[in-house]
């Protein structure tokens, strides 16, 4: 005999407002040719033969009589949703274009073009967004759920396309762009809408995720400890919610544990518009991925901390959760609350069987999938991935450092800090051998960076993880943190011969245009030193994303403002 479940599942997606986007009116082909037509560039379309979309455009716009165009360049990262939404206002509407259009949706700006489309369409300038593999599917999730419709042009092309290969796909897509900016109303609507393979339904108003409701159990699995999971996991699986591993069911019940440590508010915004959904991140939500991840409920203030980090407009997150980039969100806790909490920072910190790592970190992109819709595959762009993007968390332990931690440096002894670095899993660093400091530092110089990571073309943080040998080491011969970091930034570095034409497109401060070599970080402040690890040769160097992207230190800190003496002051 069958049995329903007792107590309804929490949906893990949180409210999605779905608003339908009206789409501006569109004009006629003797409006198009009087102008003018703004072309957005945002800065993809400068490497590889790309700029050949827009020149191929503008050649078959001249054959048709539009000649009165206004071109405008300028990069979308690092920007905020209100950021691009000012800069279609103040820049591109303010010329006062009859028509707009956009590229290049390709790769991790595509989900900020996307919006400064919907941007201009909400001005009323009829736009049309032309986008490329791997970006066409993430534009159209991005656009699914903020806009509900938007007209795109997808052209097939990648690195590697000639002029002549570009030329052709413009030529053949060329209906598609004249129709999304001169088509009537009745019409209109079938070019601008969206086939998108997640959330068709929306979540449910009540909060609860109905689907769940037509879940039944044998009496054998009744019977069975944690009775069910099996099908929740399955559910949540086809439904694109988690990371694949199995979850822990969210319900009411467990959701209110949860906030038994967290006096903040659950509507509290930890992070506004981020994400594919462009949905607000909420304590709520936040709290709702902690219950799933299995975390225990002393650990909300260490995650609504590290959210709160990663909405630092320095941390780009809203590029980060859909970046094509393999990296995680790291979270390095430093502090007595870390202890206290029992997130590890001995041997084997960054890998299994440590409870508050694993689920302290699993939360952390539990949100990204579940609230941001950053679904591998469908709406995240990384084309690799790694287990960095799972759970990516540990801590500093002052029981192994001859230096000052992260906490002590930045604030006091007292104060716990939460780290935060969109960054790639730890490079490993062997050294066994060395007898000396100086021999030490030149191979973790050499590990912190290579022509395949992201440091060699945008300097930035990076994170040197010492054991406590090595650390030895290089406080027995005087060595302080300063000295590591000057020698790094004076060494790490490549011939600019090397980083020239591949990798991707750099960006660098701009006293660094006639450097050579060419530095992988800014100055020695970008190398953070932390001992960690068991005892042994084994260091590691944690590299990051670095585009528009930085680290970000923040106190974990009651509502009041001050500084808990303990965990249990969060006690509600």
Request: hydrophobic share 40%.
């Amino acid at each position: 005999m069958a049995k329903a479940f007792g107590n309804p599942i929490l949906d893990p997606r949180g409210r999605q407002e779905r608003t339908l986007l009206k789409l501006a009116p569109r004009v006629s082909m003797e409006a198009l040719r009087n102008g003018p037509v703004v072309f957005y560039d945002n800065t993809k379309l400068g490497f590889c033969n790309y700029m050949e979309v827009f020149r191929r455009i503008k050649s078959n716009f001249a054959a048709a009589g539009i000649t009165n165009i206004i071109d405008f360049r300028e990069t979308v990262r690092g920007k905020s949703t209100q950021d691009l939404k000012d800069y279609a206002a103040g820049k591109l509407a303010a010329v006062k274009p009859v028509a707009a259009v956009l590229a290049l949706g390709d790769v991790g700006t595509s989900p900020a073009t996307t919006i400064m489309t919907i941007a201009m369409e909400e001005l009323g300038i009829p736009s049309v967004y032309v986008t490329s593999p791997p970006g066409s599917d993430l534009v159209r999730g991005v656009a699914f759920y903020r806009a509900g419709q938007l007209c795109l042009c997808p052209i097939d092309i990648y690195q590697g396309s000639s002029v002549e290969e570009i030329a052709q796909k413009v030529d053949a897509v060329m209906p598609v762009i004249f129709e999304s900016l001169t088509l009537p109303p009745e019409k209109l609507a079938a070019r601008a809408a969206l086939d998108f393979a997640l959330d068709k339904q929306a979540p449910a108003e009540d909060g609860t995720l109905h689907q769940a409701k037509a879940l039944e159990l044998s009496e054998a699995e009744a019977a069975e400890p944690a009775a069910g999971i099996e099908a929740v996991t399955d559910l949540f699986n086809d439904l694109h919610l988690g990371d694949g591993l199995p979850i822990v069911p969210p319900t009411t019940a467990r959701l209110e544990r949860m906030f038994s440590y967290c006096p903040f508010a659950p509507d509290t915004i930890l992070a506004r518009e981020i994400g594919p959904s462009g949905k607000d991140v909420t304590v709520r939500d936040v709290a709702m991925a902690a219950v799933m991840a299995g975390c225990k409920p002393p650990h909300m203030p260490i995650l609504v901390t590290a959210f709160k980090a990663m909405a630092d407009k320095r941390y780009n997150f809203l590029q980060s959760v859909t970046t094509s980039h393999p990296g995680g969100n790291m979270i390095l806790v430093s502090g007595p609350l870390a202890k206290e909490l029992g997130i590890h920072g001995q041997a084997g910190c960054l890998g299994p069987g440590f409870p508050a790592n694993m689920t302290i970190g699993r939360a952390v992109n539990l949100v990204l999938v579940n609230t941001c819709r950053a679904v591998p595959a469908y709406s995240d762009l990384a084309c690799i991935s790694s287990q960095a993007e799972i759970s990516f968390c540990f801590a500093e332990d002052p029981a192994l450092t001859p230096w000052k931690t992260i906490n002590a440096e930045r604030f006091d002894d007292k104060t716990t800090t939460v780290y935060v670095l969109k960054a790639e899993p730890p490079h490993d660093i062997i050294d066994f051998l060395s007898m000396s400091a100086g021999d030490l530092i030149d191979g973790i110089t050499d590990s912190c960076t290579t022509l395949g990571s992201n440091n060699s073309y945008m300097p930035g943080p990076l994170v040197v993880v010492v054991t406590r040998d090595h650390a030895w080491l290089f406080s027995r011969e005087g060595w302080t943190k300063d000295a590591i970091r000057r020698h790094i930034h004076a060494y790490a570095f490549h011939p600019v011969p090397m980083v020239r034409g591949r990798g991707l497109v750099p960006v660098r401060p701009a006293d660094f245009a006639n450097r050579h070599p060419m530095p992988v970080t800014r100055s020695p402040q970008d190398i953070e030193i932390v001992v960690a690890g068991g005892r042994g040769g084994h260091s590691a160097v944690i590299l990051p994303w670095a585009l528009h992207s930085e680290a970000i230190v923040e106190p974990v800190l009651l509502p009041s403002g001050q500084v808990p003496s303990s965990i249990e002051d969060f006690k509600v």
